[in-house]
Nanobody, 117 residues
Framework: QVQVVESGGGLVQAGGSLRLSCAAS????????MGWYRQAPGKQRELVAE???????TYAASVKDRFTISRDNAKKMIYMQMNSLKPEDTAVYYC???????????WGRGTQVTVSS
C-alpha cells in the first residue's frame, strides 16, 4: 500500500520560518500532484500549495510570496519552505499525494504548526 508521512512542524514566533517535508512510500510507480493542505481549529481544510509532477506550483493567495513548495520526484518527496509566518498560519498541515495506480489521493496524518504572536 501507500504511506504519506509529514515532518517538520513546530512552534515558531511570528516572522519566523519553518520547513515541512513529506515522503510517499509503498508500491508506487508514479505520483501525480502532491500538495499541502491545512486545517485550523473550527475551520475547513484548505489548500495551501500544490505541485504537479512537472514541478509547476499553485499557491493559495494567503501564502503566495511567503511559502515555496518544491518536489524531488526521485525521492518521492515534497517540501514547503514557510517564511514570514503569521499567527493565522497556525494549523495542522497535511500532505496529499495522488497515486495514479490506485486512482486516489493518499493523506498523511498531519503535522502541527503553531505561530505565536
Amino acid at each position: 500500500q501507500v504511506q504519506v508521512v509529514e515532518s517538520g512542524g513546530g512552534l515558531v514566533q511570528a516572522g519566523g520560518s519553518l520547513r515541512l517535508s513529506c515522503a510517499a512510500s509503498g508500491t508506487i510507480f508514479s505520483i501525480g500532484a502532491m500538495g499541502w493542505y491545512r486545517q485550523a481549529p473550527g475551520k475547513q481544510r484548505e489548500l495551501v500549495a500544490e505541485i504537479a509532477s512537472d514541478l509547476s506550483p499553485t499557491y493559495a493567495a494567503s501564502v503566495k510570496d511567503r511559502f515555496t513548495i518544491s518536489r524531488d520526484n526521485a525521492k518521492k518527496m515534497i517540501y514547503m519552505q514557510m517564511n514570514s509566518l503569521k499567527p493565522e498560519d497556525t494549523a495542522v498541515y497535511y500532505c496529499k499525494a495522488y497515486i495514479p495506480r490506485y486512482g486516489r489521493d493518499y493523506w498523511g496524518r498531519g503535522t502541527q504548526v503553531t505561530v505565536s504572536s
